[in-house]
């Protein structure tokens, strides 16, 4: 069964530098999205993305988030200057066209930041 | 806003017990409801949906019907397993993009 894969699985960063965290998507599917859950707390929503923009984002993704869709199968979010709470699990997620299918997810990268 | 509310975890059972983990919402529109599973180490897996009032989603004996005039949607499983212990998350997914918003997740620990 296809799957959404996520690299890397680990990421330690030093605070105020730049990190991307990779995802490629299931092939067919259009619509992508960006989650995060820090530890001991819900899985909250950040960005989707289709048709090669933003569609929608909450007030967490700020100007020092970003995604990109770089190649046709790349789906990347890039955090410009980390901080110490952006140390949480960032799941990525897409799905296909259509109303009330369901998101298939990636099994994270846990990004710490020292 | 929309939101999820879940039961307090964990929820701890004996193999073969009775399961029930609550979920209500709050929702402006008309959601389509899930159950994503996340076992120890990976992602979040998408166990069941329901799209409209009085659907009942199932897999692998979990059921879950959608109920609009309690805005409910409790996850059950008549005899759980070991290998079912894992944290649920229940969700649902608003708007034209469709994001998700869940609830806190529930663990659930069964015992032999």
């Known amino acids: 069964e296809p799957e959404v894969t996520q690299t890397p699985s680990h990421q330690v960063t030093q605070m105020g530098q730049e990190v991307i965290l990779r995802c490629v998507p299931i092939s067919n599917h259009l619509y992508f999205y960006w989650y995060r859950q820090i530890l001991g707390q819900k899985v909250e929503f950040l960005v989707s993305?289709?048709?090669?923009?933003?569609?929608?984002k909450s007030e967490i993704f700020d100007d020092q988030f970003s995604v990109e869709r770089p190649d046709g199968s790349n789906f990347t979010l890039k955090i410009r200057s980390t901080k110490l709470e952006d140390s949480a699990m960032y799941f990525c997620?897409?799905?296909?066209?259509?109303?009330?299918?369901?998101?298939?997810f990636g099994d994270g990268t846990r990004l710490s930041i020292l | 806003g929309d939101s999820v509310t879940q039961m307090e975890g964990p929820v701890t059972l004996s193999e073969e017990a009775f399961l029930t983990i609550n979920c209500t919402y709050t929702a402006t529109g008309y959601p389509s409801l899930f159950w994503y599973v996340q076992y120890p180490g990976e992602g979040l897996q998408l166990l069941l949906k329901a799209t409209k009032a009085d659907d009942k989603g199932s897999n692998k004996g979990f059921e879950a019907t959608y109920r609009k005039e309690t805005t409910s949607f409790h996850l059950e499983k008549g005899s759980v397993q070991v290998s079912d212990s894992a944290v649920y998350f229940c969700a649902l997914s608003v708007g034209n993009t469709d994001k998700l918003i869940f609830g806190t997740g529930t663990r659930l620990q069964v015992f032999p």
């Open positions: 993305f289709y048709n090669n923009e933003i569609s929608e």
């Open positions: 997620a897409s799905k296909i066209q259509g109303m009330h299918q369901p998101q298939h």
